[in-house]
């Protein structure tokens, strides 16, 4: 069964800096995605940022940025020049193939808060 | 594009009573949507895989007859709580695949259940 690992409950970083939130997971697919979703205090799940495991490339939009280690089950998310509104949960998905649709795998989240 | 309305955003309800919850994808067709469950501080959990024309797909544990879900259009998910009780109160999140593909989920907004 696949899983998804948040290592870090809570994280917080100063306003401008850089911070990064470790995910781990297990599958035994060789072809899936990962995703990194953020949850506001309003409840609003928002996707962040996806990555297609086939590629290396490491995926990136604007200040949000992953590193991408496929053999370590390794998945990463680096926030640069932190802003007020980033705090939020955040938490790391896989996109699992089992069963007929295929579903969503969620990590527990880390809850970021970014400070003045 | 790829916007997904839940409504309503919050109920509160007497035990014993059945709350319908509408999960629509406003400018998309929704071959598949699905429903979690997110208790407070925790993460999304699956409760089922919903599919239009056809009977859901619930994860384990999960009782078929107390969340029933209906998809009887591209458009539209409900998913009815019946017989409610205080332990049903929880936040309910359905999500949408996007068309595009990549398995990207578009979220609504959540319903907050409360049971009295």
């Known amino acids: 069964a696949q899983t998804v690992t948040q290592s870090q409950p809570e994280m917080s970083v100063q306003e401008a800096e850089t911070v990064t939130l470790s995910c781990t997971y297990d599958?035994?697919?060789?072809?899936?995605?990962l995703f990194w979703y953020k949850q506001p205090p309003s409840r609003q799940m928002i996707l962040v940022i996806r990555?297609?495991?086939?590629?290396?490339q490491n995926a990136t939009e604007n200040r949000f940025s992953v590193n991408f280690q496929k053999a370590a089950k390794s998945f990463s998310l680096k926030i640069s020049d932190s802003q007020l509104g980033d705090t939020a949960m955040y938490f790391c998905?896989?996109?699992?193939?089992?069963?007929?649709?295929?579903?969503?795998?969620f990590g527990k989240g880390t809850k970021l808060s970014v400070k003045p | 594009g790829a916007v997904v309305s839940q409504h309503p955003s919050w109920v509160i309800c007497k035990s014993g009573t059945s709350v319908k919850i509408e999960c629509r994808s406003l400018?998309?067709?929704?071959?598949?949507m699905f429903w979690y469950r997110q208790f407070p501080k925790q993460s999304l959990m699956l409760m089922a895989t919903?599919?239009?024309?056809?009977?859901?797909?619930?994860e384990q544990g999960v009782e078929k007859d107390k969340f029933l879900i209906n998809h009887a259009s591209l458009t539209l998910s409900t998913l009815t709580v019946t017989s409610a009780h205080p332990e049903d109160s929880s936040f309910y999140i359905c999500?949408?695949?996007?068309?595009?593909?990549?398995?990207?989920?578009?979220f609504g907004a959540g319903s907050r259940l409360t049971v009295l």
């Open positions: 999500s949408a695949r996007r068309p595009s593909g990549a398995n990207v989920l578009t």
């Open positions: 599958t035994s697919e060789n072809n899936y995605y």
């Open positions: 990555q297609e495991a086939y590629k290396q």
């Open positions: 998905a896989f996109w699992s193939y089992g069963g007929s649709q295929g579903n969503l795998i």
């Open positions: 400018d998309f067709q929704a071959t598949t």
């Open positions: 919903s599919n239009e024309g056809s009977k859901a797909t619930y």
